[in-house]
């Protein structure tokens, strides 16, 4: 059966109408602007930094092959719910299809889903290079393709398990999803039918994809204090507390936004307080995150000045 019709079936229309920001904004087009420019600015920042990583040999290394997949995770979430909002602001619609809003949903929970689990393969990371750096390595070079591939699995899998079940329960109530993009919560309010045993198992398995990766961080960093406090040299006290210091601030800003939209009830939650949450974790960290991370970092810089420094690179080629 063609998924078109099977979708229509199940919930009596075939298009939503996402009510947005806009909406919301006395000053639109000022919006527009300001989110178009934060949207480039996250896309060029995210891909340079791929495009240093790979290029450069110094830049060869575990760590900064997990953040190659953490601006790839950022430009895919950005580009999934950015592009359709300005478009929709600027054609002046804003209805999205029932199909097209399952692609958006399972695409947004499965990327949201694998960048939990990365943050924490990323703090296993420094643990292993900080507390045992002689089997670093070992213990890690042969093994950051195999997590950042489960770290991908992971989150699919959370795309698979969310979006079939969210989307099968009958809508006959409104059809404005008082969001920007097609999030699980929000959807899930327009359902006539009883979701509750859904919002509960969808809650534990929420509490279930932050909670081991905040256990691993936890106890990663926990390990990671304690060596730089035994640490005699100065200088590696101070490396080691600035790579740590600028994934905590990238942790805390996700999983704390993350905890808001899918742990605390749905009391705390107005559809306002939800729009400028979901602006905060799906705009703004895209655009934080190559800054925090890595473009503070001499060797990211390094690498930077030297690929844009043509002439001299190429001498030193030729000679």
Same mark, same amino acid.
């Given at each position: 059966?063609?998924?078109?019709?099977?979708?229509?079936?199940?919930?009596?229309?075939?298009?939503?109408?996402?009510?947005?920001?806009?909406?919301?904004?006395?000053?639109?087009? &000022?919006?527009?602007?300001?989110?178009?420019?934060? *949207?480039?600015?996250?896309?060029?920042?995210?891909?340079?930094?791929?495009?240093?990583?790979?290029?450069?040999?110094? @830049?060869?290394?575990?760590?900064? *092959?997990?953040?190659?997949? &953490?601006?790839?995770?950022?430009?895919?979430? #950005?580009?999934?719910?950015? !592009?359709?909002?300005?478009?929709?602001?600027?054609?002046?619609?804003?209805?999205? /299809?029932?199909? +097209?809003?399952?692609?958006?949903?399972?695409?947004?929970?499965?990327?949201?889903?694998?960048?939990?689990?990365?943050?924490?393969?990323?703090?296993?990371?420094?643990?292993?290079?900080?507390?045992? !750096?002689?089997?670093?390595?070992? @213990?890690?070079?042969?093994?950051?393709? &195999?997590?950042?591939?489960?770290?991908?699995?992971?989150?699919?899998?959370?795309?698979?398990?969310?979006?079939?079940?969210?989307?099968?329960?009958?809508?006959?109530?409104?059809?404005?999803?008082?969001?920007?993009?097609?999030?699980?919560?929000?959807?899930?309010? &327009?359902?006539?039918?009883?979701?509750?045993?859904? +919002?509960?198992?969808?809650?534990?398995?929420?509490?279930?994809?932050?909670?081991?990766?905040?256990?691993?961080?936890?106890?990663?960093?926990?390990? #990671?204090?304690?060596?730089?406090?035994?640490?005699? /040299?100065?200088?590696?006290?101070?490396?080691?507390?600035?790579?740590?210091?600028?994934?905590?601030?990238?942790?805390?800003?996700?999983?704390?936004?993350?905890?808001?939209?899918?742990?605390?009830?749905?009391?705390?939650?107005?559809?306002?307080?939800?729009?400028?949450?979901?602006?905060?974790?799906?705009?703004?960290?895209?655009?934080?995150?190559?800054?925090?991370?890595?473009?503070?970092?001499?060797?990211?810089?390094?690498?930077?000045?030297?690929?844009?420094?043509?002439? !001299?690179?190429?001498? +030193?080629?030729?000679?």
């Amino acid at each position: 059966m063609d998924f078109t019709i099977w979708m229509t079936n199940h919930t009596g229309w075939a298009d939503f109408i996402l009510v947005g920001l806009f909406r919301q904004s006395q000053h639109p087009a &000022l919006l527009c602007m300001v989110i178009f420019l934060v *949207f480039l600015m996250a896309l060029s920042g995210n891909a340079i930094l791929i495009i240093l990583i790979h290029s450069s040999a110094k @830049l060869h290394t575990p760590m900064y *092959f997990f953040i190659s997949q &953490l601006s790839l995770m950022d430009m895919m979430s #950005i580009s999934i719910t950015v !592009p359709k909002m300005l478009l929709d602001q600027v054609l002046g619609v804003s209805t999205i /299809s029932v199909p +097209e809003c399952g692609i958006q949903m399972f695409l947004y929970v499965t990327l949201v889903g694998s960048e939990f689990f990365l943050l924490a393969a990323m703090a296993y990371d420094r643990y292993t290079a900080i507390c045992h !750096p002689l089997r670093y390595p070992v @213990l890690i070079n042969h093994m950051c393709l &195999l997590l950042a591939s489960a770290c991908w699995f992971l989150g699919s899998v959370d795309g698979f398990m969310l979006t079939p079940v969210t989307l099968t329960y009958p809508f006959c109530r409104s059809q404005e999803i008082q969001h920007f993009f097609c999030e699980v919560p929000a959807v899930l309010k &327009l359902s006539c039918s009883d979701t509750s045993l859904y +919002e509960t198992l969808m809650y534990l398995c929420c509490v279930l994809m932050i909670l081991i990766p905040v256990t691993v961080i936890s106890g990663s960093y926990s390990c #990671i204090l304690l060596t730089i406090h035994r640490m005699n /040299s100065a200088e590696g006290r101070r490396k080691a507390l600035a790579t740590c210091s600028s994934h905590m601030m990238v942790v805390t800003l996700f999983y704390g936004a993350a905890v808001y939209t899918y742990m605390l009830p749905s009391s705390y939650h107005t559809p306002q307080k939800d729009m400028v949450v979901s602006v905060f974790y799906t705009i703004l960290t895209p655009v934080l995150n190559p800054l925090i991370y890595s473009f503070r970092n001499k060797d990211v810089t390094g690498a930077l000045r030297k690929m844009l420094n043509v002439g !001299p690179v190429f001498q +030193e080629t030729v000679k």
